[in-house]
């Protein structure tokens, strides 16, 4: 039903989106899908938690498997997967991580964008060893930033314009050097 759900979002959008066309799509019976989902944003909300869910996962294998030197390292891979799910993850163009439908989708308590910064903030932490209360704040402004930017990049290119990609890695790594802990490296490479 998830798959069937993705596919239709990117061919209707979600506002084209019903419950009757997942279930066609899907093969099953309308009443099979409520028996999972009382209405097409609950599959929707469960399709943003598996995006979710698979950006997390992703980050944490390139920490793993890239070597990275330095916290700027970091997001650059963030950047990275992000853009590849845009461009490649059936749905998750039109709906990000859930802003088009509800800007609490992952969690009633905290907007979205929240989600994803507490997110990275776990996951730069632990391969960095900065404090959590040292990310915290830096991570949820440049999450913020990166969003807007990254939304005007795909708006100007359905790929997602390159200088404009540039420009928001260029100025998420410029504001956190300012914000990193004293014992993190400041002195940035030059992306270009």
């Not at 979710?52 to 996962?57: A, G, I, P, S, T």
């Not at 964008?113 to 960095?128: G, M, W």
Request: charged share 25%; aromatic share 8%.
């Amino acid at each position: 039903m998830l798959v069937a759900c993705a596919q239709l979002i990117d061919e209707v959008g979600y506002d084209g989106l019903t419950t009757t066309l997942i279930a066609e799509r899907a093969g099953v019976a309308v009443g099979s899908l409520y028996q999972f989902f009382p209405d097409k944003r609950a599959v929707v909300q469960e399709l943003t938690l598996r995006n979710l869910d698979r950006f997390v996962r992703t980050i944490s294998a390139r920490f793993e498997e890239l070597e990275l030197e330095h916290w700027w390292d970091a997001v650059g891979a963030v950047f990275d997967v992000y853009l590849t799910m845009h461009r490649e993850v059936p749905a998750f163009s039109r709906l990000h991580f859930g802003d088009v439908v509800d800007l609490r989708l992952l969690d009633p308590g905290k907007d979205n964008n929240a989600v994803i910064a507490e997110q990275l903030t776990t996951l730069i932490s632990a391969r960095f060893g900065i404090e959590l209360t040292d990310l915290a704040l830096p991570l949820a402004v440049a999450v913020e930033a990166a969003d807007a930017i990254l939304h005007m990049a795909f708006r100007r290119d359905p790929a997602g314009d390159d200088a404009l990609v540039a420009e928001a890695k260029e100025l998420v790594r410029g504001y956190l050097s300012t914000r990193m802990p004293a014992d993190q490296p400041k002195h940035l490479p030059s992306p270009r």
